[in-house]
C-alpha cells in the first residue's frame, strides 16, 4: 500500500516475517514495516525492546525503555503505540534511530519523539522516517493530531518537525511544542462523479431513459451520500477531539 498523506516522503506499508526464539523454541511472526526510498521502519519486538532494557547503561533511559515493555505487556491491542520503531538503512541494515509514540490516542492526539545517531544527521534520514510514521499514524483510527516537544536549542530536530508540515504553537516545559492536524478529506465530490459516471452508463444501457436524466438522479443520489458520509465523519472528529 502506497503513501503520500500529508507528508512529503511517500512509503509503503507492507508485513515482514521474522523468527525468534522463545523459551528455547524457534517462532516466526509477521510484523508491520514503512518502506520509504532510503528506509526501512518497523517496531522493535516486545524481545528487542526487553534486551534494549537489560543492555541500556543511561538509568534514565533504562527506565523510559522499561515503562515502554510494561504498557507493551499491559496493553498488548496498543503495542504498535508503545515500542519504539527503528529507522533502518535499505542499503546495509544498519540501525541508526528511532521513532516513538507515548502511547495511543488520547482526544484524538498522539505524542510523538524522534533520535537518530549524530554522524548521520543533516542528511534527510530522520525527516523521511518521520514522515511515514506521521503517514501510518494518521491511517488509524481516530488519529487527529499528532504533537512532538523539542528542546529550546535543538534547531535541527525543530527543522525535522517543520519540514514534515509541524507547526509551533505552544511553550512546554521541555521546550518549543509542535503539533500537525490532519487534513480534512471531502468525500462528496468523490461520490458525485463516481455516481455521475454510473449515470452515464445508465443512460447509454438504460434505452428508453434520457442520458442527461439518469446523470441528474445518478449525481444527486451521489450527493446525499457524500454530505452524509462527511458529515459523519466531522462529528465522529468532533467527538473524539472534543
Keep these: ?107 484524538g492526539m498522539v505524542e510523538v519523539s524522534f533520535s537518530i545517531l549524530p554522524s548521520l544527521q543533516k542528511q534527510g534520514y530522520m525527516t523521511e522516517a518521520l514522515g511515514a510514521v506521521v503517514g501510518w499514524a494518521f491511517r488509524q483510527k481516530d488519529v487527529y493530531e499528532i504533537t512532538a516537544e523539542t528542546p529550546p536549542g535543538n534547531r535541527p530536530s525543530q527543522k525535522v518537525l517543520e519540514n514534515n508540515g509541524f507547526a509551533m504553537f505552544a511553550n512546554g516545559q521541555g521546550g518549543p511544542r509542535y503539533k500537525l492536524v490532519k487534513q480534512r478529506f471531502i468525500k462528496t465530490p468523490v461520490f458525485i462523479g463516481v455516481f455521475l459516471l454510473a449515470g452515464v452508463a445508465a443512460g447509454l444501457l438504460i434505452k428508453p431513459f434520457n442520458t442527461y436524466l439518469t446523470m441528474g438522479i445518478f449525481a444527486g443520489v451521489g450527493a446525499v451520500l457524500g454530505v452524509f458520509v462527511d458529515i459523519t465523519a466531522e462529528n465522529r472528529r468532533k467527538r473524539i477531539i472534543g
Excluded: H
Excluded at 508491520?32 to 533511559?61: F, G, H, N, S, W
Design 1 to 107: 500500500m502506497m503513501g503520500r498523506d500529508q507528508t512529503a516522503y511517500p512509503f509503503r506499508e507492507v508485513r515482514l516475517r521474522i523468527s525468534y526464539r522463545e523459551n528455547g523454541d524457534r517462532m516466526a511472526k509477521k510484523i508491520i514495516c514503512l518502506k520509504t526510498e532510503r528506509l526501512y521502519i518497523m517496531p522493535m519486538t516486545e524481545e528487542e525492546l526487553d534486551i534494549q532494557v537489560r543492555e541500556e547503561k543511561d538509568e534514565e533511559a533504562k527506565k523510559a525503555y522499561s515503562d515502554r515493555l510494561e504498557n507493551c505487556e499491559d496493553e498488548p491491542e496498543d503495542f504498535l503505540w508503545f515500542v519504539p520503531w527503528k529507522i533502518i538503512l535499505q542499503e546495509d541494515g544498519k540501525a541508526i534511530g528511532n521513532v516513538a509514540f507515548d502511547g495511543p490516542q488520547t482526544n
